[in-house]
């Protein structure tokens, strides 16, 4: 036996070769009408297209309403307007062919003329619905455009139409400029819904509702100019754009049921029961107002006739008004008795339906897991613009907030910033294609103490199967994420330690044999001053690279400092010999001389690393300015440059072990400055732009 998705291939190829066969056939006979000529054309074929083909259309359109709580594709209000305009559009090509072909007049204006015009009105409403329903975002652009295309189409026909009227009465040019006006009408939102499944998403029953209603404006159009050109004949090829748009829906109506048949197929019998054959009264209502309302016109129309007509000797045209009340009738007895039928089989259903699932204990179920759920996690459930619809206790207690606080606000309320706007937006896009978001958050609470989130976000779907709220569900990890950087963190100092272990005996051998060779240098050349000036910057570097080799050991085995009292100008002075300053950048230097309690090498390392950073951050042109301040809580330092400054988002992280933005860096220089300027009872910071380090040092003691 065939599954479904082996008969879905099938049947597409059926529905596509029948509807192209079936168009081709129609356009076939009416276009050797006009090069051959058929005899008796109208009465042979074009009544009889005319007649069925809206037939079959309405009668599938209302068993597809019949159906509306299987199907995906639409909702039951558009559905239920598209119903109701092809009813519109049947019962004026029926009106219009009893005119034409019984009656054998042409009134104008006539019900069918009325038929006619509010079936595109009606269709109008029908795509605005079906927008409405995607919560689709229309923006002004989309509509200017959509009304410039309607009204290109508008104007001319209007012009055209009422020139051509000029000589009727008002009523009859009213009439008359409506039928261009209720087709542009139905133009706007079409362009809008085909710019939409283009961009989003794919709808292949909307698509080829589409097709029939531009086909039909198209014809609409073609057809005023042949009436005002009195050019129009029964069997014009312009009623292959009719009589195609026809087919199309139809067909399209068609491959709408066969959905619902696979869909039926697809889902098990008892899940799904409910959702698919609970039919509501006003359904039934409905259905019954829209047959009592055709039968009554149709009936209407009918005696009216014979009332006006009863001198007319042929007994032909009182036989068809008769066959055709009596049609009407048992078609709509069909119908109520086929609805009927359908709904004494779904009450069956669901009566054993009720009788097989034990429906208490599901829903004790389900208050265990929400229980549970609450017990466990913070829970909130918002709407598809973010608002919140529903916090539980365990939210409210983490956040500080009460739930009068939280309810149709967003969350916004508790981010920390610490996230980016381009991490919320991709959070969004992906929850609103109707994917779980999965992720850690940092948030925020009313009291501004931030604490961090494993959060997962589910979209929930309506019974149209359109995503309506999502439910978050978050799990504290604060502490979890605390052990883990403090884990990190260990790794690191693990990771320096044998980094520096390598760096040391890495340089400690190729430093050894400089240094020997410089005393060498200095044995041969040291009455040299110029050249005694150069080795002595050398060995300053050496030395310099030497303590720095011990510095980087330091940093994971803390050794005892130095103290004494120095001057910060000679230190200054000390670090910028090893220094190179570029001639794009002025450095400025302290006007006043301060003497601190320090390790002179060590604050000489300091110095000599965030002049570093500043003269790395300037690209072309900047400044380096160095000041110091005395007052009664200490001594204050200031390392400024003009340079690209410090992400927000770094600011941070910036003296962590290891944390660096360069290409090239060990990221050990700004910890172990911090290293240093705390081992001294110091305090270092840092803001940005433009950067500026700020060390703070106590006073030297008496």
């Given at each position: 036996m065939q599954s479904v998705s082996e008969k879905q291939p099938k049947f597409q190829s059926i529905w596509v070769y029948s509807l192209v066969i079936i168009l081709s056939f129609v356009a076939f006979l009416?276009?050797?009408?006009?090069?051959?000529?058929?005899?008796?054309?109208?009465?042979?074929?074009?009544?009889?297209?005319?007649?069925?083909?809206?037939?079959?259309l309405v009668i599938l359109s209302i068993y597809a309403l019949i159906q509306f709580k299987k199907i995906k594709e639409i909702s039951k209000k558009p559905l239920l307007l598209l119903t109701c305009a092809f009813i519109l559009w049947f019962a004026a090509e029926q009106t219009w062919n009893f005119y034409e072909h019984v009656l054998e007049i042409d009134p104008y204006p006539s019900l069918a003329d009325?038929?006619?015009?509010?079936?595109?009105?009606?269709?109008?409403?029908?795509?605005?619905?079906?927008?409405k329903s995607l919560n689709y975002k229309i923006s002004k652009n989309k509509i200017i455009f959509s009304s410039l295309i309607a009204l290109i189409v508008l104007i001319p026909s209007l012009l055209i139409t009422f020139q051509a009227g000029v000589e009727d009465n008002l009523f009859e040019i009213f009439i008359a400029l409506i039928y261009p006006i209720s087709d542009a009408m139905m133009l706007v939102p079409a362009i809008l819904i085909i710019s939409n499944i283009i961009k989003n998403q794919k709808n292949f029953f909307w698509l080829m509702i589409l097709v029939g209603i531009i086909g039909f404006v198209v014809a609409d159009t073609i057809f005023l100019f042949l009436v005002i050109d009195d050019s129009y004949v029964d069997g014009h090829p312009v009623d292959i754009l009719w009589i195609s748009s026809y087919l199309i829906w139809t067909f399209t109506i068609v491959y709408l049921i066969y959905n619902i048949k696979k869909q039926k197929s697809e889902n098990d019998e008892y899940s799904n029961i409910f959702n698919y054959y609970h039919i509501k009264k006003s359904n039934n209502l409905g259905i019954i107002t829209v047959l009592t309302i055709i039968n009554i016109l149709i009936i209407i129309l009918s005696i009216s006739y014979i009332y006006y007509f009863t001198d007319i000797s042929n007994p032909s045209l009182i036989t068809f008004s008769l066959i055709l009340i009596m049609g009407v009738i048992v078609f709509s007895s069909f119908v109520a008795f086929l609805n009927f039928k359908l709904n004494a089989k779904l009450r069956y259903e669901t009566k054993n339906l009720k009788d097989v699932v034990d429906i208490d204990s599901q829903?004790?179920?389900q208050k265990n897991l929400r229980h549970a759920l609450d017990e466990s996690s913070m829970v909130t459930i918002t709407d598809m613009d973010g608002k919140i619809k529903y916090v539980n206790k365990q939210f409210c207690e983490t956040t500080g907030y009460s739930s009068d606080e939280l309810i149709g606000k967003n969350h916004?309320?508790?981010?920390?910033?610490?996230?980016?706007?381009?991490?919320?937006?991709?959070?969004?896009?992906?929850?609103?294609?109707?994917q779980v978001w999965h992720g850690e958050v940092k948030n925020?609470?009313?009291?501004?103490?931030?604490?961090?989130?494993?959060l997962i976000i589910v979209p929930f779907l309506n019974k149209d199967g359109k995503i309506d709220e999502h439910i978050a569900i978050r799990r504290n990890i604060t502490k979890q994420k605390k052990y883990y950087?403090?884990?990190?963190?260990?790794?690191?100092?693990?990771?320096?330690?044998?980094?520096?272990?390598?760096?040391?005996?890495?340089?400690?051998?190729?430093?050894?044999?400089?240094?020997?060779?410089?005393?060498?240098?200095?044995?041969l050349y040291g009455a040299d001053e110029s050249q005694q000036h150069i080795m002595d910057k050398i060995e300053r570097s050496i030395n310099r690279i030497t303590h720095q080799v011990d510095d980087v050991l330091d940093f994971v085995r803390e050794q005892?400092?130095?103290?004494?009292?120095?001057?910060?100008?000679?230190?200054?002075?000390?670090?910028?010999?090893?220094?190179?300053?570029?001639?794009?950048?002025k450095l400025t230097l302290p006007e006043n001389n301060v003497e601190v309690y320090c390790d002179e090498k060590q604050f000489a390392i300091v110095f000599n690393n965030l002049i570093l950073n500043g003269i790395q951050s300037i690209i072309h042109t900047g400044t380096i300015e160095i000041t110091i301040e005395e007052n009664n809580d200490g001594v204050i330092i200031q390392i400024k440059d003009s340079g690209s400054g410090i992400q927000e988002q770094n600011i941070d992280s910036i003296f962590d072990p290891?944390?660096?933005?360069?290409?090239?860096?060990?990221?050990?220089?700004?910890?172990?400055?911090?290293?240093?300027?705390?081992?001294?009872?110091?305090?270092?910071?840092?803001?940005?732009?433009?950067?500026?380090?700020?060390?703070?040092?106590?006073?030297?003691?008496?």
């Open positions: 009416y276009l050797a009408n006009i090069f051959v000529g058929i005899e008796n054309f109208s009465n042979l074929i074009s009544i009889p297209v005319y007649t069925i083909i809206p037939s079959l009325l038929f006619y015009i509010t079936a595109p009105i009606v269709m109008f409403f029908a795509l605005i619905s079906y927008l829903i004790m179920i916004e309320m508790i981010r920390s910033g610490y996230h980016s706007p381009q991490f919320y937006d991709n959070l969004w896009n992906k929850i609103n294609s109707g925020k609470s009313k009291s501004g103490k931030t604490f961090w989130c494993d950087e403090e884990n990190l963190k260990n790794e690191k100092m693990i990771t320096v330690g044998r980094f520096s272990s390598r760096l040391a005996h890495d340089l400690r051998n190729p430093l050894s044999i400089i240094q020997v060779s410089l005393e060498n240098l200095k044995l005892p400092i130095t103290l004494n009292n120095h001057f910060i100008s000679e230190i200054i002075s000390e670090s910028l010999d090893s220094i190179s300053i570029p001639k794009n950048i290891l944390f660096t933005t360069k290409q090239q860096g060990t990221g050990l220089g700004l910890a172990s400055v911090k290293s240093i300027v705390e081992s001294h009872g110091g305090i270092i910071s840092a803001t940005s732009p433009p950067t500026i380090f700020t060390i703070t040092l106590p006073k030297i003691p008496n």
